[in-house]
């Protein structure tokens, strides 16, 4: 089956600094990748939807400038906290589409903690 | 606009019980439904989906509905096991591939031995 993967699984920053969260998908080409935000006990948001080679769209309420997404291939999307704050602290969650219907493949996510 | 709605929980059963997790859509067209399963600590998993009304997935003895007349997708399982315990997303995507989904809050199934 797809498989995609995320990478740091963990990280802890000091506030102020920046961080990047890798997705990529390891078996299959996507066109278009999408990154979630999840806060305890709580659903999935959408934070925004990339497409390779072009802009990412972001949904509303989302600081474009502060969650810099780049999906520069189609196995590779980039997520950068700039400069974290400690209610960045969360679980962010992307997932991959590939065309296969309208699946969806997640990754594991990466729980970040702001200090 | 589209939004799915699920039951609270913690959902609490005992091993060997009938489970239900009711789940209900609201879409102007005509979305595919999924079940997702989060195990604690991991990402999502695809558990089953159904993309046109009257569809029924399953998998792992979970089984779900399309009811088009209802609006629902309730997930069942006849005979939880103490390693179902997740928490359960109900979601639909609609248009082409490379939708978005469109999450329910989640509900949190506890099987105890």
């Known amino acids: 089956g797809a498989v995609v993967s995320q990478h740091p699984s963990w990280v802890i920053c000091k506030s102020g600094t920046s961080v990047k969260i890798e997705c990529r998908s390891l078996?299959?080409?996507?066109?278009?990748m999408f990154w979630y935000r999840q806060f305890p006990k709580q659903s999935l948001m959408l934070m925004a939807t990339?497409?390779?080679?072009?802009?990412?769209?972001?949904e509303q309420g989302v600081e474009k400038d502060k969650f810099l997404i780049n999906h520069a291939s189609l196995t590779l999307s980039t997520l950068t906290v700039t400069s974290a704050h400690p209610e960045d602290s969360s679980f962010y969650i992307c997932?991959?589409?590939?065309?296969?219907?309208?699946?969806?493949?997640f990754g594991p996510g990466t729980r970040l903690t702001v200090t | 606009g589209d939004s799915v709605t699920q039951m609270e929980g913690p959902v609490t059963l005992s091993e060997e019980a009938f489970l239900t997790i009711n789940c209900t859509y609201t879409a102007t067209g005509y979305p595919s439904l999924f079940w997702y399963v989060q195990y604690p600590g991991e990402g999502l998993q695809l558990l089953l989906k159904a993309t046109k009304a009257d569809d029924k997935g399953s998998n792992k003895g979970f089984e779900a509905t399309y009811r088009k007349e209802t609006t629902s997708f309730h997930l069942e399982k006849g005979s939880v096991q103490v390693s179902d315990s997740a928490v359960y997303f109900c979601a639909l995507s609609e248009g082409q591939a490379g939708t978005a989904l469109i999450f329910g809050k989640g509900t949190t199934l506890s099987v105890s031995s």
């Open positions: 997932s991959a589409g590939g065309g296969i219907g309208y699946e969806q493949y």
């Open positions: 078996d299959f080409q996507a066109t278009t």
């Open positions: 990339s497409n390779e080679g072009s802009k990412a769209t972001y």
